[in-house]
């Protein structure tokens, strides 16, 4: 981790809550993708979507060669998230369940919209 001369671990500490109260703050994924893009280079965004493209098929304990054939993320990116996904700080087990519950509540919406033109 890149560390700063002038700068105290309590500040250090403080610019990555800053960080990550800007990330919750943001309302959609496209407010989050515009923001992504400015924050960080295209090779930072790759990496970052690298990583989270293999949590779903790491969940569905598909091999870690099937995943890099699917995704083409290397065996080795693959594993470090599998480490982190199951001994790491929970980011990726939070994220992937409130992306689930979220797609169950759109798809429950969706066909009680559909009950509702057709019943």
Not at 2 to 28: D, G, I, P, S
Not at 41 to 58: G, H, I, K, N
Not at 67 to 73: A, F, N, P
Not at 108 to 119: E, K, S
Request: proline share 3%; hydrophobic share 40%; glycine share 6%.
């Amino acid at each position: 981790m890149k560390t700063h001369e002038h700068v105290t671990a309590r500040q250090e500490t403080l610019a990555e809550r800053n960080l990550c109260t800007a990330l919750a703050a943001l309302r959609t994924p496209e407010e989050c993708r515009a923001f992504l893009r400015d924050l960080c280079t295209p090779a930072e965004l790759q990496a970052m979507s690298d990583r989270w493209a293999v949590v779903d098929y790491l969940k569905r304990d598909v091999p870690y060669r099937e995943i890099h054939r699917l995704t083409g993320v290397s065996v080795t990116t693959i594993g470090r998230v599998a480490r982190f996904l199951t001994s790491g700080n929970g980011g990726y087990v939070t994220a992937s369940q409130r992306l689930d519950e979220y797609r169950r509540t759109v798809v429950a919406a969706a066909a009680r919209a559909q009950g509702a033109r057709h019943g």
